[in-house]
């Protein structure tokens, strides 16, 4: 069964720092990978998306994320956040058959300082 | 391009009542898949419909049940409630592969 690591649970940083959320995920035949954000008080909202091509993907508000295929990662970065940044970020994983349905990890809570 | 509509937004009902929400789909999209997010979790997938079809399930017991509808709008109907079914419903919709768009969900409360 396919799984999501966030190995950080929540995040605190200062504005203009960098940023680095960390994403695993278990399964190892071929998957599509997204980045999802909820800001306070709205929904789900696609970041990013990878299916294949250019292992360096990215996406709205400054963000990219890298897929490594050795790793089974799907790290999300940005190198300068913004006190608007501050939300949930979630990744998830799709594929392998299992078109149909999204596997999510349990988010990473992102708090930006201003 | 209307986006994805959920309904009601909040709901508070007893254990071992009968509930039903409702999604209306993003224009265009012709499959809708249901996700409940208990608090502080990620989504956790429910089920998936396609052409009015269930197109694949995940682990829930068969008391949460869904239809979908010709203009592709669909219902997560979930029987006999337990407090543990307290979550944010999501709806999601989308072509059958690819990203998809979601509501804002539907708290529901069970006591």
């Known amino acids: 069964a396919q799984s999501v690591s966030q190995h950080n649970h929540h995040v605190i940083l200062s504005e203009a720092a960098s940023l680095e959320l960390g994403c695993n995920y278990s399964y190892g035949g071929t998957v599509n990978l997204f980045w999802y954000v909820q800001y306070p008080g709205q929904h789900l909202q696609l970041l990013l998306k990878?299916?294949?091509?250019?292992?360096l993907v990215k996406g709205i508000k400054g963000f990219e994320a890298e897929f490594i295929k050795s790793k089974f990662s799907f790290n999300l970065r940005k190198p300068s956040v913004q006190w608007s940044d501050t939300a949930e970020y979630f990744c998830a994983v799709n594929g392998g058959g299992s078109n149909y349905k999204l596997t999510f990890g349990k988010g990473t809570l992102l708090t930006v300082n201003p | 391009e209307t986006g994805v509509t959920q309904s009601p937004t909040h709901l508070i009902k007893t254990r071992g009542q009968q509930v039903t929400l409702r999604c209306s789909s993003q224009?265009?999209?012709?499959?809708v898949s249901w996700y409940q997010q208990a608090l502080g979790q990620g989504p956790q997938f429910i089920f998936q419909?396609?052409?009015?079809?269930?197109?694949g399930r995940g682990n829930f017991p068969p008391r949460f049940s869904g239809l979908q509808f010709p203009n592709y709008s669909s219902e997560l109907n979930v029987n006999a409630l337990e407090l543990d079914d307290s979550a944010l419903y999501l709806c999601a919709s989308s072509f059958p592969v690819g990203e998809q768009y979601f509501g804002p969900g539907t708290r529901l409360t069970v006591t």
């Open positions: 419909y396609y052409r009015e079809e269930e197109n």
């Open positions: 990878y299916f294949s091509g250019d292992p």
């Open positions: 224009s265009g999209h012709n499959t």
